[in-house]
Antibody
Framework: QVQLVQSGAEVKKPGASVKVSCKVS????????MHWVRQAPGKGLEWMGC????????IYAQKFQGRVSMIEDTSTDTAYMELSGLRSDDTAVYFC???????????WGQGTTVTVSS | DIQMTQSPSSLSASVGDRVTITCRAS??????LNWYQQEPGKPPKLLIY???RLQSGVPSRFSGSGSGTHFTLTITSLQPEDFATYFC?????????FGQGTKVEIK
């Protein structure tokens, strides 16, 4: 049974960077396709990107290209999402979620609230 | 990029009602369509995958149908725990876009 546990809430100033972690248990990170999705307050879900283990590549939504980095530490089975150049509209809950063979996000982390405020 | 459009954006219904939510893709996505339910303050929960397959543990009153560009999520006999927001997502290609959500409220 895969479980994903994310790091705690963050408050950042505009222009700063944030790094959110997602610890995998019950499975090995190398076998998972980890996705990152965010949700601004009162808004819908926004797909940010993922790691494709089959091709060994990271795929980012164009909106975040150049500002986002998704990395995997296989020694600790922990995935990280780092977002730089934070703006107030990056205030959101950030979720990690694993994709299964049916190409759906069947396991989600609890979410990490990131607040960007001066 | 594939755009996903849900309708309605919100609806009011009573316990026991039949509810249908529609999701349209801007291009054909075959049957690569998933449905999620989200309660306030919680992560989304997978309900339906590959357009019509029920995720393990999800009640049979939930069903999905469609292919190509037109998909529906149906809840027969709405229960109190079903009042939530529902999102569709295409898994045909990246970016794996979501619909804007449909909030199901109590009438």
């Amino acid at each position: 049974q895969v479980q994903l546990v994310q790091s705690g809430a963050e408050v950042k100033k505009p222009g700063a960077s944030v790094k959110v972690s997602c610890k995998v248990s019950g499975f090995t990170l190398t076998a998972l396709s980890m996705h990152w999705v965010r949700q601004a307050p009162g808004k819908g879900l926004e797909w940010m990107g993922c790691f494709d283990p089959e091709h060994g590549e990271r795929i980012y939504a164009q909106k975040f290209q150049g500002r986002v980095s998704m990395i995997e530490d296989t020694s600790t089975d922990t995935a990280y999402m780092e977002l730089s150049g934070l703006r107030s509209d990056d205030t959101a809950v950030y979720f990690c979620a694993s994709e299964n063979l049916n190409k759906c996000l069947d396991v989600w982390g609890q979410g990490t609230t990131v607040t960007v405020s001066s | 990029d594939i755009q996903m459009t849900q309708s309605p954006s919100s609806l009011s219904a009573s316990v026991g009602d039949r509810v249908t939510i529609t999701c349209r893709a801007s291009q054909s996505i075959s049957r690569s369509l998933n449905w999620y339910q989200q309660e306030p303050g919680k992560p989304p929960k997978l309900l339906i995958y590959v357009a019509s397959r029920l995720q393990s543990g999800v009640p049979s009153r939930f069903s999905g149908s469609g292919s190509g560009t037109h998909f529906t999520l149906t809840i027969t006999s709405l229960q109190p725990e079903d009042f939530a927001t529902y999102f569709c997502q295409q898994s045909y290609n990246t970016p794996k876009s979501f619909g804007q959500g449909t909030k199901v409220e109590i009438k």
